[in-house]
Structure formats: C-alpha cells, structure tokens
C-alpha cells in the first residue's frame, strides 16, 4: 500500500494537474453514462413493460418529468437525449485515452530521466561495487515493468471513478440495495488480499529471475569467444535450459494464482447476484424498477470491480520493479559524487592547470571493509607537474586502483590525495577531471563514425585538430585510406578495427582535449613494436607542457620515465628514477626488468637494456 501511495505521489509530482484533469473527465463520463441508464426508466415506461409512472421512487421522478415534453415527441426527445449522451461521452472517452497516454507516457519518461541521471551522478565506488547487467535490466526491464503498471494503474484509476459515481447513482435509486452489494463486494476485495501478496512475491521472483537472465546473457555473449575456444556451448545451453525450465514453472505459477483468484472472484459474484436479487425481493420488497435498474447497473460493474481486482493483483506483481528503481535511485543519491553542487556533472567546472604536481599522503584503500585486504596502504607519493611517472608492478600489486585515486574516482579510506597542494574534492575534483585524459587497455568506442567518436571529447575540434590528433597516434595513414576516411563506422564498442587500431584511436580521442594530465593504462599494450616506438616517441613530446602518468608491463616503454614507481600488494616498494632503481640489484623493480629480459651491464656496473 505504501508502494501504491508513492507511485501516486510520484505521478501527481511529475504529472500535476493532468491527473486531476484526467479523473475529472473521467466522472463526466461516469456522469453521462449514469444519465444515459436513467433515461432507460421512461423508455421501459413507455414500452409498458413495467409502470414506472406511480409511487415516490427515484425512478418515478424521472418519469415526472417526460410531462414537459410535448404528447408525441416523448420517443424521438428521449432518444435524441440518449444520442447526444453517449457520443459526448465517446468524445470524452477519446481526449482521456490522449491524456492518459500523455500522463503515462511523461511519467516514464521523467523516471527514466531521473534515474540515469542518478545513476550518472554516483561515484565510481558504486560502480564498482554494482552489476552492470543490473544496471542495464533496471534502465529496461524494470522501467518496461513500471510503464505497463502505470497503464494499470491509471485503468485502475478510471475504474474506481466510474464506479464511484454508478455507485452514488445506485445509492440514489436504492440505498439498502446498494450498500448490501457494497459490502459484498467489499469482503471479496478483502479476501483477495492474499492473492495480491502473492502476485507481489511472484512478481519480485520473476524480477530477480530477469536479471539472472540478463546478466547470464550478456557474460555469454561477452565470452563468446572462449565459449566458442574452448567448447563450452553445451554447458552454456544448459545453464538457459535450466533457466527456461525454472521461468516457466515461475510463470506458470503465478498464473494458476491470478487464474484461481478470477475463479473465485466470479464464482463468488454469481453467487452474490443471486443472493442479491432474492434478498431484494423478498426482504427489501424492492421496486421492479429500481430492482431492474440496479441489476443493470451493477452486471456493469462486476465487470469492473473482477478488473480493479485483477488490476490490484498486476499492480502488486509490478511494485518490486518500481521499488528496485526508487531503491537506485536512493543508493545513487547516497554514492552521489558531487554533494556540493547538486546536478552539476563536470563539464561545467573549469580545467585545473596542474603546475605543481598530484601528491598522494598516506593514502589507504581497501574494495571490501569488512575484509582486511587493502588495494593500496599507506600509500606517499609525489607526481611532478608536466612530468612522466611510470607506476610497475605484478598483477594485483594496486596500479589500477592508484590511479582511480589520482584521477579522484575512488576516495581514499584514510589520507588524502592532493592537486597542486589542494585536498581533491569538491570543485577542485570537477576542474581536475576537466583536465584529464584516460585511456584504458580496453578502451571504448562508441557505435559511431570515427569522426563522431572523436568529437565526442571536443565537439569544438576543427577538421584540422581531428587529423593532428590522429597524426600523434600513429593512426592517420589508415584513416585516410577508408573510403569514408572519418566518416567509417567503426561498429560495436569498436569491433571493426584490431585491438592495437582501438587503442591508437582513443589515443587519438585523449589527446584531442589536450588534457593537462594524460593517463595512460597499458595503453600501448596491443600494439606491435613499431607503433608503440613512434607513439612513444610522440608521447615524450608532451613532457613539459603534460603531466604523464603510465602503467606499463612492458617495462622497455618507460626507459625515459622521469620517476618509476613500484607498487608490490599495495604498497609503495620503490620510487625513484630508471636508471637509479635498475641500479639497485637486490630491488623488486631489477628483479622485474631481469624477469623481462632487460639484464645487467656488467662493464658500467649497472642494468642496460638489451632488446
Ligand atoms: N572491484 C574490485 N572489487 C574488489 N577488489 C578489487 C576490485 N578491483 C581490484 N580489486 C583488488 O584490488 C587489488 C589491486 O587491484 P588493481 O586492479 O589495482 O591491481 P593492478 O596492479 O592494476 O592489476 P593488473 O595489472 O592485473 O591490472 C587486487 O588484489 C584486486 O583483486
């Protein structure tokens, strides 16, 4: 109930006066269709069926008034009022679909809205901790499941208007009658009960189920490759085999549950009727007329109620979805990364310069709090402005993670990181991601052109500066021969082009921005010997003007590193410059470069470079 009282809220929120509008409309129509039953009593009258015309009842009063219109013209005059009702309620009808669709349709839109923009503004911690599948089932499955239970919802709406206002007309032709069939049906709705707690679990199951589906999906899919390598279609089959069996027994039993309850439902209403009309007759001594009229009224109305009821149990099988989606959006707003200005994403702040250097000062981090497994500890780190610092170290040792610390996507657990002496957080965190420039070992590209992928991080750059920046990636001679040169799509995420061609383009993409910080993360690693050389050497460019971080398993690319630092479980082993720390033979980073090859000079007593 809570739930439904939060949707409502939610809809008057983003709707406003629409839905007021929309349940006015909806009692006119209730109104016109009340009017045209009653028009229904001087029709039987006149057709001698029943004599409506004595007594005091409601019904009679109707009558009384056909002795205005002139002898003759009863007929044609009843007739033509009972036209002009029912085609004004058909046009009222046809505006309140529009509105409701406009209701619904702007509804969803805003929750969608609102949720990725939630989702948008959360730290990168939140990502980190979350199922991307999740996310994605959330942003289509579960707003798919809320847009259809706001149809319900606003159908439910209508339903309880219009039988509102029959019931009120009821009332008026017959109160005693009318409120025996209130009760009644009151006491099944309240025995329906069970069968919406069930719907709701059933329909909370069935979600999970979804984003098991989801995520499954999308491993496989992501994996194809090994599965295909390594033969491992079959077990794949039987993992949605399995899948499958369990949704359709999941299904099957939420629909015995919703079938068994329109069972009872209707049989209960027969019943009822039944009961009704005998206790009508023979206890209420009711007029034939009002009896007659009543029953009209509520065989219209068993309908609707048997579909507020059918409603309510849809409506609970969509709440889980609904409250999977307000719970994001509150876990977003609790991860939100920039407290300080609310709905600024960064590119509103201004680029920090970074004449100083980033410095990280005791800086601890572990993924998991309640696990005594640190990522990074202790961690003291000076990196020198427009310098290259190249961070080693074995898998696992916590490069990564520092440098989501430095580029301020992860907080530190205890100490803090520093840009050019200033804590990092706040505008300070905004202006130093305006500055940045990332590129992952497996970057990302959208499905677009070339040009479009480009763009996307400086939608100000000239044809000019487009075809500089592929120049400096050593990827400019292969886009000029495409035959749409910028304009090719490149595919999904970048499929059409060879891992080492991605990566020489998000380079490219990187450098466009001309960040003050560029953060390279084996970045180079798909590309053969002879590209890696020259982007090297167009890297060692940017030393003086561009803070350069790397990290780099292939330790021949750091040699003119201006500082190498080595990371081992977290900590900080060694810093210091190449030359300085090859030096130091009993060292981790001389055990590494041995590792790689790169042996000792025995003539100048110090580590050379073999390859
Ligand atoms: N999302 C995560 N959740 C939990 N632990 C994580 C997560 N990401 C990394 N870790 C752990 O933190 C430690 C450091 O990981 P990190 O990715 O920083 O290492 P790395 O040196 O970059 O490794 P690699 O060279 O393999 O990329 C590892 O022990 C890793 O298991």
Known sequence: MKLILHLTKRLYAYTGSRLLWNTAGMMLVSCLDGFGIMLLIPLIGMSGILNVSTGSTPAASVVQLLKWIPEGLGLPVILAVYVVLLLGQAVLQRGLAIQDAAIHTRFINRLRLETYRSVLEANWSFFVKKRKSDLIHSMTGELGQVTGGVQLFLQMLNSVTFTAIQLGIAFWLSARMTAFVLICGVVLLLCSRTFIYGSKAAGGRLLEMGKSYLAGITDHFNGMKDIKSNSLEEPRYEWLRRWSDEIEAERMKQVRLSTKSQLLYRGASVILIAIFAYISVTWFHAEREQLLLIIII???????????????????????????????????????????????????????????????????????????????????????????????????????????????????????????????????????????????????????????????????????????????????????????????????????????????????????????????????????????????????????????????????????????????????????????LAAERSGKFAQLLKNQGMVPDPVIDTFSIKN
């Not at 074995?394 to 907080?411: F, P, Q, R, V």
């Not at 750059?461 to 400019?476: G, H, K, Q, R």
């Not at 798909?526 to 050497?537: G, R, S, Y």
């Open 298 to 580: 509520f065989s219209r109305l068993w309908p609707r109620f048997t579909g507020i009821q059918s409603n309510l149990e849809s409506l609970a099988s969509m709440l889980p979805a609904f409250r999977t989606l307000t719970d994001l959006q509150e876990e977003c707003a609790a991860s939100r990364e920039f407290r300080e200005t609310p709905a600024a994403l960064p590119d509103s702040a201004e680029r920090a310069k970074v004449q100083i250097g980033l410095e990280c000062r005791e800086v601890t981090y572990r993924y998991d709090r309640s696990q005594p497994i640190y990522a990074l500890k202790n961690v003291n780190l000076f990196l020198p402005a427009n310098r290259m610092t190249a961070v080693v170290g074995k898998s696992g040792a916590g490069k990564s993670t520092l440098i989501d610390m430095l580029m301020g996507l992860l907080t530190p657990e205890s100490g803090q990181v520093h840009v050019d002496g200033k804590p990092l957080s706040g505008s300070t965190l905004l202006s130093l991601r305006q500055a940045v420039s990332y590129v992952p070992q497996d970057p990302f590209l959208f499905n677009a052109t070339i040009r479009d992928n480009l763009r996307l991080i400086a939608p100000e750059a000239s044809e000019a500066e487009l075809w500089e920046a592929l120049e400096f990636a050593v990827i400019a001679e292969l886009v000029r021969r495409l035959p749409q040169g910028l304009d090719t799509l490149i595919g999904d995420r970048g499929v059409r082009l060879s891992g080492g061609e991605r990566q020489r383009l998000v380079l490219a993409r990187a450098i466009l921005r001309k960040p003050a910080v560029l953060v390279l993360d084996e970045a180079t690693s798909a590309l053969d010997t002879e590209n890696e050389v020259k982007i090297q050497q167009a890297i060692e460019k940017l030393k003086g003007t561009t803070t350069l971080i790397v990290i780099a398993h292939r330790l021949s690319t750091i040699r003119n590193a201006d500082q190498v630092v080595v990371l081992e479980q977290g900590e900080v082993i060694q810093a210091g410059a190449f030359e300085k």
